[in-house]
């Protein structure tokens, strides 16, 4: 039985990768943050009680910013797959959190590797990189594509990527980077502007909300479907050798497209609902961010099935599905 480690494992790609691991038969074991609340939501349906059951399904504390705890854990599990999906990852409130922003997304993965040549150095390592390192460099953009950050986050991913890559060639520590271009589901966090939109939607269609509150409606993403993204992290640690991959649709659609699809799903227009609100704009725009993925298809057959208006229609209906299980109304939460 093969044994994975997953940073960042009550997210949305960690609760699908844990998903697709225990699927394939892994015992798969999972890093959470201690809070006085739970953040297991999404996570809650693997659950085994250990007392009765025999469960494959393991959660450990700990933290990125914790370098021995990672040391440790790592050299106590001596896992076959590193999963790094940790980070503060909301590009909008890295400009108000950078230093932050740093030690966890960037730090943070000089912590994990770090671990794993200490204590784990013949573990396998998949670093979450992102489209956002790229920034202002023109679409379409693959591995070989220049990075232009244009955000604290997208900086900090930057210096976790070459991180990874120096680890690599430094230390022959079997570590990949897959940068991947934005990739959502019903599991995305909800001030996330695709999840804002859909749970928009759902309220609105129920007559709890009235108005959704946006910036840029202008800017161009490729969107794909979480589910789908996971299938070729793993992928990518199967491969023979350690290589970087971009994972994308190649699809282009603005977030106008993808308010169109949703409200339209709805049987709604979305310019009676939709205002304008100048605390969503970034310092720093990124323009257009769409992703060739030829390499991953080549060399491990993977490939996005899922396109941006089918990705807005299933959430839509998600939400929907949850509005209708609510007990209060939805309140639009600001990214403050």
């Not at 691991?21 to 939501?41: A, C, M």
């Not at 997304?105 to 770090?114: A, D, H, M, P, Q």
């Not at 994308?248 to 497209?257: C, R």
């Not at 396109?307 to 949850?322: G, H, N, Q, S, T």
Request: no cysteine; charged share 25%; hydrophobic share 35%.
């Amino acid at each position: 039985m093969k044994k994975a480690l997953i940073v960042g494992i009550t997210g949305q790609d960690g609760s699908y990768l844990a998903e697709l691991l225990l699927q394939k038969g892994y015992e798969v074991h999972g890093i959470v943050r201690r809070s006085s609340s739970f953040n297991t939501d999404r996570i809650d349906h693997l659950y085994q009680d250990r007392h009765v059951d025999s469960p494959k399904l393991f959660l450990h504390y700990g933290d990125l910013s914790d370098g021995s705890r990672l040391v440790s854990l790592i050299g106590d599990l001596k896992p076959d797959e590193i999963y790094n999906l940790g980070a503060q990852s909301h590009v909008r409130v890295s400009f108000d959190e950078p230093e932050y922003t740093g030690d966890i997304t960037g730090l943070g993965t000089s912590r994990v590797l770090e671990a794993v040549r200490l204590a784990a150095p013949g573990s396998k390592y998949y670093q979450a990189s992102s489209s956002e390192m790229f920034g202002a460099t023109p679409p379409p953009q693959n591995e070989s594509t220049p990075f232009y950050p244009r955000s604290p986050y997208g900086a900090a991913k930057v210096y976790a990527y070459w991180m990874t890559k120096n680890y690599r060639e430094a230390y022959g520590i079997f570590a990949v980077n897959g940068i991947l271009f934005n990739h959502e589901s019903p599991r995305r966090g909800e001030t996330f502007v695709t999840r804002k939109i859909t749970r928009a939607v759902a309220a609105i269609k129920a007559g709890v909300q009235s108005k959704l509150y946006l910036g840029n409606l202008d800017a161009v993403r490729d969107w794909g479907y979480a589910p789908e993204y996971v299938e070729g992290m793993w992928r990518m640690l199967q491969h023979d050798e350690p290589m970087d991959y971009v994972l994308a649709t190649g699809k282009a659609a603005t977030i106008k497209d993808f308010l169109t699809s949703a409200f339209s799903h709805a049987d709604l227009d979305w310019q009676e609902f939709v205002e304008f609100d100048p605390r969503y704009l970034r310092p720093t725009e990124v323009d257009a961010l769409i992703g060739d993925a030829s390499l991953a298809e080549t060399e491990l057959g993977w490939k996005a099935k899922t396109m941006p208006d089918e990705l807005a229609r299933l959430m839509v209906d998600a939400d929907i599905k949850a509005q209708a299980h609510a007990g209060s109304p939805w309140i639009d939460t600001p990214t403050y």
